[in-house]
C-alpha cells in the first residue's frame, strides 16, 4: 500500500513517515520547497514537492496512492486569509485529487479547536474543512489531536514552555483553569496510524488527545518541577488580558493574534477519547515524567 502525507516534513510527519515504514507501508510526501524538514525523513520516503493550496503543484503525487494522510497546514499566520487559503482550499484540492486518483480512504488532520464555542479564524478553516471532507463521497477519518507535546514542536506548547521558563513571575489568564489533554507526538502518531489501516473507523470523527486530563495551571507547576524551580503563578482577570500589550509581552513576536491566543486559554480541550480507544486501540501515556 501507498501511504501519501500532505506536510510530511513536520515534526508530526515526519514521525508518522517513520512509523507507516515500520509496519512495511511505502510512503510518499508532499513538501514545500526549501522545506528544512526534508533533510531528517528517512530515506525510503518519496519526496514531492507542492503547495496544497496550488492544485497544479502536487496534482503527480496522487498517482498510484491508495491513503492520503492530510496534516498540511497554517498553525500560526499574521495574516488571516493564509488560513483560508491553505486550511480550506488546500483541503479542497487534496479531496480533489483524491477523489480523481480513487484513493482508499483519506484521513484529515483537523484540530480540537472546531470545537471551542467561538472559533478562531484557524479553528473555522479546519472546520468547514471538515465539512468538505465529511462531503466528499470518499472513506474517511477526521482526526482531532489536542495540545502537541513535543521538545523540538507543538507550536502552541512550545510558546507555553518558553513563557513559563522565561518569566521571573507566571502570570495564567483565568488563573490556568482551563483544562487540557496534551498528547505526546509519539502517541499522537500511533494514534493516526491506527485509525488509518482500521475498517472501524472509517467515516468516524475522533479526538485524540493524552492519558490525562490536567490544568494549565497544573501544566505550568509540572514544567518548573521538572526544572527545578519555584515560581510564584498568580491568576489575571480575563478584562486584562484582553489588552494586546499583555498578549504580546507574554508571546513576543509569535505572530499570534490575541484573538487566537485568548482562545486556548478561555476554552477545555480536554475531550473523551474512549471511542478512540474501543475502535482501534488507541493508548496514550502521560507527558510529564516527574521522577526526573
Not at 520547497?33 to 496550488?54: C, I, T
Not at 482508499?104 to 480540537?112: D, E, M, T, Y
Amino acid at each position: 500500500m501507498l501511504v501519501l502525507i500532505t506536510g510530511g516534513a513536520g515534526v508530526v510527519g515526519r514521525s508518522l513517515c517513520a512509523e507507516f515504514l515500520l509496519q512495511g507501508y511505502q510512503v510518499r510526501v508532499i513538501v514545500l520547497a526549501n522545506d528544512p524538514g526534508v533533510s531528517a525523513l528517512p530515506s525510503k520516503v518519496s519526496v514531492f514537492y507542492g503547495d496544497v493550496s496550488r492544485k497544479e503543484t502536487i496534482e503527480a503525487a496522487f498517482e498510484n496512492v491508495d491513503l492520503v494522510c492530510h496534516l498540511a497546514a497554517i498553525l500560526i499566520s499574521k495574516n488571516p486569509e493564509d488560513y483560508h487559503r491553505v486550511n480550506y482550499l488546500g483541503t479542497t484540492h487534496v479531496i480533489e485529487l483524491s477523489q480523481k486518483a480513487k484513493v482508499k480512504k483519506l484521513v484529515f488532520i483537523s484540530s480540537i479547536s472546531v470545537t471551542y464555542p467561538i472559533r478562531t479564524p484557524y479553528a473555522d478553516s479546519k472546520y468547514k474543512a471538515e465539512e468538505c471532507v465529511k462531503n466528499s463521497n470518499l472513506p474517511y477519518v477526521i482526526l482531532r489531536p489536542t495540545l502537541v507535546v513535543e521538545d523540538h514542536g507543538g507550536v502552541e506548547y512550545q510558546m507555553f514552555v518558553r513563557y513559563v521558563r522565561k518569566m521571573p513571575i507566571v502570570f495564567l489568564p483565568g488563573g490556568g483553569m482551563c483544562l487540557k489533554r496534551p498528547v505526546r507526538t509519539s502517541d499522537l502518531v500511533k494514534g493516526i496510524v491506527s485509525a488509518s489501516l482500521s475498517d472501524s473507523a472509517i467515516n468516524h470523527t475522533y479526538a485524540l488527545g493524552g492519558a490525562e486530563v490536567l490544568s494549565l495551571r497544573q501544566m505550568a507547576e509540572n514544567l518548573l518541577k521538572i526544572n527545578g524551580k519555584k515560581k510564584p503563578i498568580i491568576s489575571i482577570p480575563w478584562f486584562l488580558c484582553r489588552w494586546f500589550s499583555f498578549l504580546k509581552s507574554f508571546f513576543g513576536a509569535s505572530g499570534v493574534s490575541p484573538e487566537q491566543a485568548l482562545a486556548g486559554f478561555q476554552y477545555d480541550a480536554a475531550p473523551s477519547i474512549e471511542e478512540a480507544k474501543i475502535d482501534f486501540g488507541y493508548k496514550p501515556r502521560p507527558v510529564f515524567d516527574l521522577k526526573k
